[in-house]
Each structure stands twice: as structure tokens, then as C-alpha cells.
């Protein structure tokens, strides 16, 4: 079954720089990957996914990026502010079976 | 249109008991999961029910069971409670493409 592997596990910048989760996978059939942002005492929440026929998707200051060929993903947040600080999760799913998680990584954001 | 309610919100247990939890999907929304969220191992997925049968299935004894009802509401339910069943239990709720999943705000169970 598919495996995902999620990296750092905890990420730590100073406010204004960048942040970068990365993720890999295991299934080559995996077509959609999304990142879900869950914040202290909070539900999970879809902030951005991408779909296997696109490279590169973009909403204001998060992007990802699909790389088909190696197997991973990441999640690029730009121009980081305090209200970024949460759990990240990113995820793989391939037609109608389960939806597999990474681990998480906690992205706290230094004033 | 309404969010994923789960319901208790908070429950406390002690071993060997059985607990039930409940998920209302959003309107619609037919394919209902549930994961189990601790520290250390991030989310887990338990099972998918959609129309009323189990889809998929994740690696949990069978002390872990599900269903689902015709308006799509799903509960699941663990008997014989361990101490390592303490968690927070997520459900979230699909359309029929399967992809976006919406989440619940969880059920904390504490077993004593």
C-alpha cells in the first residue's frame, strides 16, 4: 500500500522567511496530494492540493510542487507570519482507496 | 451548509469499557472516514464507509468497528478499551469524487 514519508518534523524561522515541508511516496498511481494545516486545539484544514497531471500550484503566499518523476512533494510557505505556527500534514490518495498521512511537521514561526 | 459535527466532544472511560462516537457528515457528503490522531503517530485511518458499506479499512484490531446510516451519518464504536485507545478520533466527510476531505473537530476519549 502506499507509504508516505514526511520531513522535517518540526521547523522552526524567523518571521518573514520561507519554509519548505517535503514529502515522498511510495505509490507511483497516487493522482492527488493534499496539505492540511491543523492548528493547537483545532480540526485539520485543507489549505492547498494539487492533482498528478500538474506540476505546480500556487495561492497567494503557499505553493506546492509535484515532482512525478521522484516520487515527492513539497509545501512552500512564503513571507511566514505568527499565525503560520501549526501542524502541517501532507497526504496521498490514489482513486477510491484510503487517503495515507504523513507524520506532520510542527512550523513555528519566531517573531 | 453545516460543517462535520462529531458528537461527544470530550469522554472519559476506564479499561474494558465500550464507547460509541458519532459523526454527522456535511449535506451530501456520502463517503465518511475516521482517523485516530495521537502524538506519536500522527493520523491514523480506521475505516471509510460510503452508502451505508465499509470501502476501506486501515490496520486497527477488530475491536474497532463502524457504520453507516442511510443519511449517511456514521458512528463508530471500540470495545474492551485500552489505555493506548486514548486519542483524539477525527472523522471527515467526502462528495462523491473523494478527493477534498472536511474534517470533524474530533472526539477526545481518555481511557483511565
Redesign the interface.
Known amino acids: 500500500g502506499e507509504n508516505v514519508e514526511q520531513h522535517p518534523s518540526t521547523l522552526s524561522v524567523q518571521e518573514g522567511d520561507s519554509a519548505v515541508i517535503k514529502c515522498t511516496y511510495s505509490d507511483s498511481a497516487s493522482n492527488?496530494f493534499?496539505w492540511?494545516k491543523q492548528e493547537l486545539g483545532?480540526?485539520?484544514?485543507?489549505i492547498i492540493?494539487i492533482r498528478s497531471n500538474v506540476g505546480e500550484k500556487k495561492d497567494q503566499r503557499i505553493a506546492v510542487t509535484l515532482n512525478k518523476t521522484a516520487k515527492h512533494f513539497s509545501l512552500h510557505i512564503t513571507e511566514t507570519q505568527p499565525e503560520d505556527s501549526a501542524v502541517y500534514?501532507c497526504a496521498a490518495?490514489k482513486g477510491?482507496?484510503?487517503?495515507?498521512?504523513?507524520?506532520?511537521t510542527r512550523l513555528t514561526i519566531n517573531p | 451548509k453545516a460543517g462535520v459535527t462529531q458528537t461527544p466532544r470530550y469522554l472519559i472511560k476506564t479499561r474494558g469499557q465500550q464507547v460509541t462516537l458519532s459523526c454527522s457528515p456535511i449535506s451530501g457528503h456520502r463517503s465518511v472516514s475516521w482517523y485516530q490522531q495521537t502524538p506519536g503517530q500522527g493520523l491514523q485511518f480506521l475505516f471509510e464507509y460510503f452508502s451505508e458499506t465499509q470501502r476501506n479499512k486501515g490496520n486497527f484490531p477488530g475491536r474497532f468497528s463502524g457504520r453507516q446510516f442511510s443519511n449517511s451519518r456514521s458512528e463508530m464504536n471500540v470495545s474492551t478499551l485500552e489505555l493506548g485507545d486514548s486519542a483524539l478520533y477525527l472523522c471527515a466527510s467526502s462528495s462523491e469524487n473523494r478527493d477534498e476531505q472536511f474534517f470533524g473537530p474530533g472526539t477526545r476519549l481518555t481511557v483511565l
Open positions: 492527488y493534499p492540511y483545532k480540526r485539520p484544514q485543507l492540493d500534514f490518495i477510491a482507496q484510503k487517503l495515507v498521512f504523513g507524520q506532520g
